[in-house]
C-alpha cells in the first residue's frame, strides 16, 4: 500500500534562508509524486509533480523537489525562502485504486524576517 | 478556464440538519472525489466516483453519501451531520495518467473547498 510521511509538522526558516520539507513515501509501483501548498483561508495549489519523466522537478515560485528511488525520498526545496512561502505543503502519492492522492499529515511553513 | 467549482465555500448549520455540498468540473474527468481535511491528519478521501453511477467509499465514508447522475457533477450529502463532521472540505477531479516508467497516476485538480461548522 502507498504512504507518505511528511517529517516536521511545523518548519521556521529566516526570510532568505533555504527551505527544505521533507517528504518520504512508500509504494509497490512507480509512484506519482506530488507536492501541493496551501495558503491561509485557501485551497490545494499544485506546486510540482513527478511523472518519471526526470528526477530534478522544477515547480512554480522557484521550488524544486528531486526524486531519490534509493532513500524512497522526495523532498521539496527553494533556495531563499520569502515572506509570501509562509504556507501549509502537502507531500502527496497517486493511487491508482479511487483515483485518490495519500496526503502526508503537512508541514507549516513560516518565514520570519 | 478549466475548473473545479464547490458550493457553498462557508456553512454553518446544526446537528441533523440534512445538507448538500455541490461539487462540479468542466475538465470531462471521469474520476471526482471528496476530501476532508482536518489539522495534523493532512487530506483524508471520503467518496470517489470512477464514472456516472459508479460510487464506492474512501477512507472516512461514515456519515457522508454522494451520487453521480451526470460526469460533471458529484454532490456530498451529509443527511445528519454531527459535530464531528465539522471540517473543510474538499472536491477533486482527476484523470488518469499513465507515467513513462509503467504506473499509474492520477493528477488531481481541487476545488476552492467548503468550510463546514456543525453546532
Known amino acids: 500500500a502507498q504512504s507518505v510521511t511528511q517529517l516536521g509538522s511545523h518548519v521556521s526558516v529566516s526570510e532568505g534562508a533555504l527551505v527544505l520539507l521533507r517528504c518520504n513515501y512508500s509504494?509497490?509501483?512507480?509512484?506519482?509524486l506530488f507536492w501541493y501548498v496551501q495558503y491561509p483561508n485557501q485551497g490545494l495549489q499544485l506546486l510540482l509533480k513527478?511523472?518519471?519523466?526526470?528526477?530534478l522537478v522544477k515547480g512554480i515560485n522557484g521550488f524544486e523537489a528531486e526524486f531519490k528511488k534509493s532513500e524512497t525520498s522526495f523532498h521539496l526545496t527553494k533556495p531563499s525562502a520569502h515572506m509570501s512561502d509562509a504556507a501549509e505543503y502537502f507531500c502527496?502519492?497517486?493511487?491508482?485504486?479511487?483515483?485518490?492522492?495519500?496526503f502526508g499529515q503537512g508541514t507549516e511553513l513560516s518565514v520570519k524576517p | 478556464e478549466a475548473q473545479v467549482t464547490q458550493n457553498p465555500r462557508y456553512l454553518i448549520t446544526v446537528t441533523g440538519k440534512k445538507l448538500t455540498v455541490t461539487c462540479s468540473q468542466n475538465?470531462?474527468?471521469?474520476?471526482m472525489s471528496w476530501y476532508r481535511q482536518d489539522p495534523g491528519l493532512g487530506l483524508r478521501q471520503i467518496y470517489y466516483?470512477?464514472?456516472?453511477?459508479?460510487?464506492d467509499k474512501g477512507d472516512v465514508p461514515e456519515g457522508y453519501k454522494v451520487s453521480r447522475k451526470e460526469k460533471r457533477n458529484f454532490p456530498l450529502i451529509l443527511e445528519s451531520p454531527s459535530p464531528n463532521q465539522t471540517s473543510l472540505y474538499f472536491c477533486?477531479?482527476?484523470?488518469?495518467?499513465?507515467?513513462?516508467?509503467?504506473?499509474?497516476?492520477?493528477?488531481?485538480?481541487f476545488g476552492p473547498g467548503t468550510r463546514l461548522t456543525v453546532t
Open positions: 477533486a477531479s482527476s484523470s488518469l495518467r499513465r507515467t513513462s516508467g509503467g504506473g499509474r497516476g492520477y493528477e488531481q485538480y
Open positions: 502527496a502519492v497517486s493511487v491508482t485504486q479511487g483515483g485518490k492522492l495519500i
Open positions: 513527478y511523472t518519471s519523466a526526470a528526477t
Open positions: 466516483s470512477m464514472n456516472v453511477e459508479v460510487t
Open positions: 509504494s509497490s509501483v512507480p509512484p506519482y
Open positions: 475538465m470531462n474527468h471521469e474520476y
